[in-house]
Nanobody, 129 residues
Framework: QVTFVESGGGSVQSGGSLTLSCVASESTYITFCMGWFRQTPGKDREGVAGVCRGNTAYADSVKGRFTISRDNARNTVYLKMNNLQPEDTGMYYC????????????????????????WGQGTQVTVSS
């Protein structure tokens, strides 16, 4: 089964930047529709960025600050995060997203594929004010 390994998290001050990386164990998955998700204590995991068929979508809370990209040759998906705010604090994960539900520029359509457990260990992002 494919695995995803996230890295690049850390602790930064408000206004800082981080770039997260997600490496897939199988190349076909990175060329598939992929998303980044964030989970904070007491809340459900939410999609923050997705890329699918050449289109992207972002949650309203990160639009204009986060950028998702991928390098198929490296089996890697990235999340560049600028102007980080304390509310961006959380554990970040990557996973394949459902292409039939994805809609460009619609942040609520970033939904993980159901039925299989793709979730890796995640990478922690902590933003202090």
């Amino acid at each position: 089964q494919v695995t995803f390994v996230e890295s690049g998290g850390g602790s930064v001050q408000s206004g800082g930047s981080l770039t997260l990386s997600c490496v897939a164990s199988e190349s076909t998955y990175i060329t598939f529709c992929m998303g980044w998700f964030r989970q904070t204590p007491g809340k459900d995991r939410e999609g923050v960025a997705g890329v699918c068929r050449g289109n992207t979508a972002y949650a309203d809370s990160v639009k204009g600050r986060f950028t998702i990209s991928r390098d198929n040759a490296r089996n890697t998906v990235y999340l560049k995060m600028n102007n980080l705010q304390p509310e961006d604090t959380g554990m970040y994960y990557c996973a394949p997203i459902d292409p039939f539900l994805f809609s460009p520029d619609n942040g609520t359509s970033i939904l993980a594929v159901k039925g299989l457990n793709y979730w890796g260990q995640g990478t922690q992002v902590t933003v202090s004010s």
